[in-house]
């Protein structure tokens, strides 16, 4: 029906043709280009010598690479738990007929995820500080002065102080999406249950819990996908340090390709982080696939 | 157990037993959102403090008030903080419409209009929400570098809007399948063009899906910072988080004057963000649900 009105051609691809050529030169040209880069010993200068793929074998082999990967999934997994745990605590919190000025409470707490990374980055380096830091004058204050450390400069603990920045600042985020998904649902099962004498431990397991499912895996991947990325919060706070106790791939890239020049390797690891970041949420997405089939299989 | 017991002797016990857990939930809430804004208090207040007071003392407040570092900030052009500031609101603002306008055209096409590799373009841009963006930051550079476009104002604008791209696309086509077609079509009955019928008729019924496009490319693209790192190198075209982990490497041990260039470069998100805070939260969490 809509044929009859349907414009020229001719129009059509006025209308699509800057798009469209913006969109592939900024993302599908750099992703062709990072390939044929990766095939190369290519030290940014105006020398390029064919490796083939060596440097994917080097790679294979990398341990900064591999480990740089590992404080991704890390990370990943300590804001699945940290964020989306702790936001569906507070939201069940939030929710109780009890709490008051509920719109204020959600417009403060949203607020750091709408402040840039680095900002937070730098904001939280100056809590860690060992002189001038929020953490050790309050271990100071409690009397706990033997608790007092160079926290952005300890091997063991580093990868736990920064995931807590990247905690703090999604919570609310989380906490608003859920919040949208519950008051989406019918007021009335939240009354009848608590007639029933439900409490509300068993309340928020047995029927917040089950209804919101689904947001919550949207959760899980909105999660996964963003902490595959991470980049700012730790550019800005330890630069991968001590070593590369905080390196994440993002970065690594970042140092192999423009501080140490090597642009032929870079672009093998740009290719790395495409693949890996690909499977994982690829096989977060099957896993919640396949768990929500199953439960609703009962 | 407890619930039972409450029943039979409802009164008192009752309204006290509330009392205390509504005491305890407002409580844990209060600590949770104060927590939130805290950093942002404690770096207002820490700002008006010289750095050796701020030394002695880094939690107190100010015993003298100075705005000294303020001035300093703003009276010094080696700071590049109003330039950084304009440099973001260009950034942003030019992406933003383009994201806005773009994504509007394709995502109607694409959702209205049958042509041969319309459901490849759609697939096409869709995958732009998989890809990794830092995987692209390296070639990025190189092409950017060989055709010449690397390090001028317009730089950061192209990468930003085929970012934003995919997700105003996929938002927009979701949008227009609960819109009837029959609007279009009585337009077309009355002569309109499809370039009027778009923009006359089409763009004003979009705009609440267009503004959630926009907030979430607002904050995109004010909050982005590697490919404006990797992009930029003329100190004149830096954006805000550029000139800040600059500055705040110069000053690394003068807490308060670095805090009061944060708080300065982030005066127009935080304005923007406290005075539509209602909008904003619903556009991001409609953005995020449905991407």
């Known amino acids: 029906m809509l044929n009859a009105i349907r414009p020229k051609n001719r129009v059509i691809f006025g209308y699509l043709f800057f798009p469209i050529l913006l969109y592939i030169f900024s993302v599908f040209v750099p992703l062709a280009a990072a390939a044929y880069y990766s095939l190369f010993e290519w030290k940014g200068g105006p020398k390029k010598t064919f490796i083939g793929i060596d440097n994917y074998l080097t790679l294979i082999k990398d341990s900064i690479f591999w480990q740089s990967f590992g404080h991704n999934v890390f990370l990943v997994a300590a804001c699945v738990v940290g964020q989306i745990g702790l936001a569906f605590v507070i939201v069940l919190v939030i929710n109780s007929r009890l709490v008051k000025c509920k719109g204020l409470h959600q ?16 904001i939280w380096m100056m809590v860690f500080d060992y002189k ?8 100071t204050f409690i009397g706990k002065e033997s608790a007092v450390k160079v926290w952005l400069n300890e091997p063991q603990t580093i990868m736990i102080v920064v995931a807590i920045p990247l905690i703090w ?22 009354e009848v249950s608590e007639i029933d004498g439900a409490n509300a431990i068993q309340r928020a397991i047995h029927i917040v819990f089950p209804l919101i499912k689904r947001t ?7 999660c996964v996908a963003g902490n595959m990325k991470v980049f700012d919060h730790i550019y800005a706070m330890t630069l991968g340090g001590p070593g590369n106790e905080s390196n994440v791939m993002a970065l690594y890239s970042y140092q192999m390709s423009f501080q140490r020049s090597n642009m032929g390797y870079g672009s093998t690891i740009s290719i790395g982080i495409f693949i890996t970041s690909l499977l994982l949420i690829g096989g977060v997405q099957l896993l919640v696939k396949a768990y929500t089939k199953e439960s609703e299989d009962y | 157990m407890n619930d039972k017991l409450s029943h039979s002797g409802r009164a008192v016990g009752q309204t006290v037993k509330t009392g205390v857990l509504a005491a305890f939930l407002n409580t844990v809430l209060i600590i949770f959102s104060f927590s939130c804004i805290f950093p942002l208090i404690w770096m207002f207040y820490s700002s008006l403090k010289s750095v050796t007071e701020f030394n002695k003392d880094i939690i107190g407040f100010p015993t003298q008030i100075s705005v000294q570092n303020y001035i300093n900030l703003l009276t010094n052009s080696d700071y590049r903080i109003l330039p950084s500031i304009i440099n973001s609101v260009r950034t942003t603002v030019i992406s933003v419409i383009f994201v806005v306008v773009l994504g509007f055209i394709v995502g109607y096409i694409l959702s209205r209009i049958p042509f041969r590799g319309n459901r490849l373009l759609y697939v096409l841009f ?9 995987s692209l930051l390296v070639p990025i550079y190189v092409i950017f570098k060989r055709v010449g476009i690397s390090d001028h104002w317009y730089t950061l604008i192209l990468p930003y809007v085929a970012f934003g791209l995919s997700l105003a696309i996929f938002l ?3 949008f227009l399948k609960s819109i009837p077609t029959a609007l279009e079509e009585a337009a077309a009955i009355d002569g309109s063009s499809f370039t009027r019928t778009l923009f006359q008729i089409i763009f004003p019924i979009c705009k609440p899906i267009l503004t959630t496009v926009g907030i979430i490319t607002t904050f995109q693209c004010w909050n982005e910072f590697s490919f404006a790192l990797v992009l930029l190198k003329n100190p004149k075209l830096q954006t805000v988080s550029l000139a800040l982990t600059q500055f705040s490497g110069q000053f690394s041990t003068d807490y308060p004057r670095i805090m009061a260039g944060m708080l300065l470069t982030m005066l127009p998100i935080l304005i923007f963000y406290f005075v539509f805070s209602k909008q904003i939260i619903k556009g991001m969490v409609a953005g995020a649900v449905k991407g």
Not at chain 1, 216 to 222: A, H, I, Q, S
Request: hydrophobic share 55%; charged share 10%; with cysteine.
């Open chain 1, 107 to 122: 417009t403060l707490s949203f607020f750091p995820s709408t402040i840039s990374a680095v900002y937070i980055g730098f």
């Open chain 2, 126 to 134: 869709l995958m732009g929400m998989l890809i990794p963006i830092h």
């Open chain 1, 132 to 139: 001038r830091g929020l953490i050790n004058w309050f271990l």
């Open chain 1, 169 to 190: 600042q999604y919570i609310g985020y989380y906490m608003v999406i859920i919040l949208s998904a519950i008051s989406s649902v019918d007021k009335e099962i939240f």
């Open chain 1, 216 to 222: 919550l895996l949207v959760c899980v991947t909105l």
């Open chain 2, 172 to 174: 927009v086509d979701g």
